[in-house]
Structures are given as structure tokens and as C-alpha cells.
């Protein structure tokens, strides 16, 4: 596909408007990320939005308009403390929810009777949606599950080639996404913390809830960024506590090259690819930062990422909700003791047992998972990610990685499915036979666990229950 790129003057803009109106996807700025962009009243330009981006369509959409009069064709009401958040905040980094009119199609919603909306601050974004004369429907304009993109690099990185047209707008301004609020209810509740926070709006409001972050599997969510893995950079990302100190000898120990997030105040003494948010006492600059970090680790080429623990008040909830979803929750402290589960191709029983481990109280461990022939790079099988989903544990980004002379010296134990995997491991280094262990014996009992690789989702069921058997009894046999 042809994309053509845009500058922001309004020539450019006529023509990119002219994209929309004609049912095509244009992406551009916004004071928060930059904006994937399609006729929102369009159910087959809606339907394309998803397809560039490779989103899962239960996934709503917010709805983005240039003027006040627009709010009143797609939404059904629009309740006195709505109104008075609007007055307060829009133009401006918050989305709204509120009952949605028949004119809102279901694909837009994911069917859902509410749809959210939001004004855009940035004038290049509300300039464009003036002149295609349509409300626009618009995700991040990234890969599904990548960090969103602050600049127009970043787009045509993720997005050219995909879409009918990108506008350079230049950087974000405040470089995280909306804050979401449903105004459905009695009681209003944020669902995603955002550039507008929870202080801002309760010193208006009065009473304002938190929602639940994270929609359940069969659960349609309100709100974008409730029920996937998001922000995710190509490595690992993991949420690491300690010292200076502590963390310094834990980056030493690790087997791979390291990424580590840190602020200005802290300095390191390292191998590790050290880059700085910004200051600890600048939520703003640490939040125009974030999404830009996590794609320039990628560009480092480091196989796992270390962010710092984040606080809760104002702006630093936004950051912290989007690092911890990149982390997909994972924390571990850095005295914790790693345990590698090893299979074959580090693509099934492994990955397993690394989650369901991951998923208990550490209790000072953390575990990863290698293969002794895995290709690197290889995603989880399937079944794997379905049987894991249905224990409410997230392993659909895992990737495949070979199990290497590293990661054998600098692992606390090793524990592997097989009595086979322990032999080839220990054939190659015998030196480490107090610390390589099937799953089994480590356990205090006998047998291997089979490969499920082709088989149906029971078998992965079975093989997924076996193996959450013996981390179970695993617990017990730990210091």
C-alpha cells in the first residue's frame, strides 16, 4: 500500500481530511500519542483500523471530535458532572464514556451501548477532524501490544505501508494516553489513568472510583487497554526493587545484555544500557519519555529490560499503569534467587511452568525458561497461550530463547521436564549437578512431563495442570 506522508500545513490537511471523508485511515498527532484515524460513523473504515493494527476487534474504540455540537449526534446524554468535566478538561488529554446513539456503530464500540469520547488538545488533530467533517475513531497508531509512538518515526516504523496517509506532527506533548472515564453510573470511575488525574477530577467531582485495570478473558472492556498486553518492547520488561546497590550486583549476575530504566538522580555502575526517564521529581518529562525508552531499548538489542518501581500520586499513575502493563505485571526484587525451567523448544511445558511460578508469591525467586534446541525468537504454541489464559496467567508474548552457558552458571537452579534435558544439561556441565533437577525430583517425586507440542487443547490442559502440580509441591522444597 501506498501511504503518503503529510506536514501539518493546511494544504496537507485538506488532503488528509479528504482520506477520511473518503472511508481511508490517516494517522496523526495528538497532545497525548499519536493517532491511528478513521471515519468513526464507518463500519468498514473502522474495520480497516483494526486491521492495520492487528487489534483484537473486542477492543473499543475512542472517538475523537473538533467541536462540542458533534458530542450531542453520538451520544445519547450527557450527565451535569460530564458536563462539568468537559468545561474543565476538554480540549485536553480525557475521554469520556457515555451512553452512545444508534448512529455509533457496533464496531466502534465492540458492541457495547457506550461509547468514549474525547477532544483533542492538539490543534493539528482537532484542525483535521474540522475539516474531514466526520468523528474519528482512533487507537494508538502502533502494532497491536507495541509501545504506543510519541513521534512520527515511530509511526512510520510500526505503520508504513499499512495505512493511507501519516501526519508529522513532530513530538507528543504529554506522551501517554487519555485518562478514561466512565460517567455511565451513579458514581464516576477511571478506568485508565491518563494525562487528567484522579486528584484533578475528584477536587471537582467529589467521589471518583478506580475500576478494575484489567477486563476479564470473556469480558468486553469499557475502556482500551483493559484486557491485552500493552506497550510490550521486544524484551522482557520486568519491574525491579532494591538498592543502588542490590541492583547493581544483580545486573552483573544476569546472563544476557541488560536494559535498565532509571531516573536522572541515580547512577549506576554497570554494564547494563542505562536509560533515564528523566527526573524523579518530573512526572511530566518521565511520561513524554516513557514510550520513546521502551522502543529505543529495542534499538539497543538487549534481551531484558529492568524498570524502576513507580508511585501512585498524579501523573505517576499513568506511568506506572502503562510500564507495569509493558511488564505485564512482573515484579521481583534484586536478591531474588532465578529459577530457569528448561524443555526442548522453549515453547511449550517451559514457558508454562515459567508463568505458573511467576504467578504464585515469589518468596524471593523469580522464574524464566529456556529450551536446550530452541530457535530464539519463537512464539509460544497456541494451545500453551490458550491453557495458561484459562488459569488467568499471560504468556502470549513470551519468545523462545536457547538455553546458554550463561544462564546455566548464573541460575540458582534449574529445573527441567525431562530426565532426558537434565542428561544433555549436565553432559555439558557437570560441574552444576547440584543445581539441575527435573521438575519431578525437585518435587520429591519421579516421572517426566511429556511434550503436548501438536496436540489438542486438552492435552495442553493436562500438561499445564502436571506441571502446576509440582510448582505447587516445588514450594515446599525451597529455602
Given amino acids: 500500500m501506498d501511504t503518503k506522508l503529510f506536514s501539518t500545513s493546511v494544504s496537507d490537511l485538506k488532503k488528509a481530511a479528504e482520506l477520511l471523508r473518503n472511508g481511508k485511515r490517516v494517522i496523526f498527532p495528538t497532545e497525548t500519542v499519536y493517532g491511528l484515524g478513521a471515519n468513526a460513523l464507518d463500519c468498514d473504515a473502522v474495520?480497516?483500523?483494526?486491521?492495520?493494527?492487528?487489534?483484537?476487534?473486542?477492543?473499543?474504540?475512542?472517538?475523537?471530535?473538533?467541536?462540542?455540537?458533534?458530542?450531542?449526534?453520538?451520544?445519547?446524554?450527557?450527565?451535569?458532572?460530564?458536563?462539568?468535566?468537559?468545561?474543565?478538561?476538554?480540549?485536553?488529554?480525557?475521554?469520556?464514556?457515555?451512553?452512545?446513539?444508534?448512529?455509533?456503530?457496533?464496531?466502534?464500540?465492540?458492541?457495547?451501548?457506550?461509547?468514549?469520547?474525547?477532544?483533542?488538545?492538539?490543534?493539528?488533530?482537532?484542525?483535521?477532524?474540522?475539516?474531514?467533517?466526520?468523528?474519528?475513531?482512533?487507537?494508538?497508531?502502533?502494532?497491536?501490544?507495541?509501545?504506543?509512538?510519541?513521534?512520527?518515526?515511530?509511526?512510520?516504523?510500526?505503520?508504513?505501508?499499512r495505512v493511507e496517509g501519516i501526519i508529522d506532527g513532530g513530538a507528543c506533548s504529554v506522551g501517554v494516553e487519555s485518562t478514561v472515564i466512565d460517567m455511565t453510573g451513579e458514581i464516576p470511575v477511571i478506568l485508565r489513568p491518563g494525562g487528567v488525574t484522579y486528584e484533578e477530577i475528584s477536587a471537582l467531582l467529589g467521589e471518583v472510583r478506580g475500576g478494575k485495570e484489567k477486563a476479564d478473558d470473556k469480558e468486553t472492556p469499557k475502556s482500551p487497554g483493559m484486557k491485552y498486553t500493552h506497550y510490550a518492547p521486544k524484551a522482557p520488561v520486568k519491574i525491579l526493587r532494591g538498592t543502588v546497590g542490590e541492583i547493581e550486583i544483580f545486573l552483573s549476575s544476569r546472563p544476557h545484555k541488560c536494559g535498565l530504566l532509571s531516573f536522572d538522580e541515580f547512577k549506576f555502575n554497570t554494564n547494563a544500557e542505562i536509560i533515564s526517564l528523566g527526573s524523579i521529581n518530573n512526572p511530566k518529562e518521565?511520561?513524554?519519555?516513557?514510550?520513546?525508552?521502551?522502543?529505543?531499548?529495542?534499538?539497543?538489542?538487549?534481551?531484558?529490560?529492568?524498570?524502576?518501581?513507580?508511585?501512585?500520586?498524579?501523573?505517576?499513575?499513568?506511568v506506572k499503569n502503562r510500564l507495569y502493563k509493558a511488564a505485564g505485571g512482573k515484579i521481583i526484587n534484586a536478591t531474588d534467587k532465578e529459577i530457569v525451567f528448561v524443555c526442548t523448544g522453549n515453547t511449550c511445558r517451559s514457558p508454562m511452568a515459567e508463568g505458573i511460578f511467576n504467578s504464585l508469591s515469589n518468596r524471593g525467586y523469580f522464574a524464566t525458561s529456556a529450551g536446550i534446541y530452541a530457535a530464539d525468537g519463537n512464539l509460544p504454541s497456541e494451545n500453551a497461550v490458550l491453557a495458561m489464559s484459562e488459569m488467568k496467567i499471560d504468556i502470549k508474548n513470551h519468545l523462545a530463547r536457547a538455553l546458554t552457558p550463561e544462564m546455566v552458571k548464573s541460575a540458582f537452579l534449574i529445573l527441567t521436564m525431562t530426565q532426558n534435558h537434565k542428561d544433555a544439561i549436565l553432559s555439558a556441565f557437570p560441574q552444576?549437578?547440584?543445581?539441575?533437577?527435573?521438575?519431578?525430583?525437585?518435587?520429591?517425586?519421579?516421572?517426566?512431563?511429556?511434550?503436548?507440542?501438536?496436540?489438542?487443547?486438552?492435552?495442553?490442559?493436562?500438561?499445564?495442570?502436571?506441571?502446576?502440580?509440582?510448582?505447587?509441591?516445588?514450594?515446599?522444597?525451597?529455602?
Fill in 47 to 161: 474495520k480497516s483500523i483494526f486491521e492495520a493494527k492487528g487489534r483484537p476487534s473486542d477492543n473499543p474504540l475512542i472517538v475523537h471530535i473538533a467541536e462540542l455540537s458533534t458530542l450531542d449526534e453520538i451520544a445519547e446524554e450527557i450527565p451535569e458532572k460530564a458536563k462539568i468535566l468537559i468545561d474543565q478538561f476538554w480540549p485536553g488529554p480525557l475521554t469520556i464514556i457515555l451512553k452512545r446513539k444508534n448512529v455509533v456503530p457496533d464496531v466502534t464500540t465492540a458492541g457495547l451501548d457506550t461509547v468514549g469520547i474525547r477532544m483533542p488538545e492538539n490543534p493539528v488533530a482537532r484542525e483535521l477532524i474540522y475539516l474531514s467533517g466526520v468523528p474519528v475513531a482512533a487507537p494508538s497508531a502502533n502494532i497491536s501490544g507495541r509501545p504506543s509512538p510519541t513521534d512520527a518515526n515511530y509511526v512510520v516504523e510500526d505503520m508504513m505501508g
Fill in 432 to 479: 552444576f549437578s547440584d543445581k539441575v533437577k527435573t521438575i519431578s525430583e525437585f518435587a520429591g517425586e519421579n516421572g517426566n512431563i511429556s511434550d503436548p507440542y501438536g496436540g489438542d487443547i486438552e492435552v495442553y490442559r493436562l500438561c499445564a495442570h502436571e506441571i502446576k502440580k509440582y510448582i505447587n509441591l516445588i514450594y515446599h522444597n525451597l529455602d
Fill in 286 to 318: 518521565c511520561a513524554r519519555n516513557l514510550f520513546r525508552s521502551l522502543r529505543d531499548m529495542d534499538k539497543l538489542d538487549v534481551k531484558e529490560i529492568y524498570a524502576p518501581e513507580i508511585g501512585n500520586d498524579g501523573l505517576w499513575a499513568a
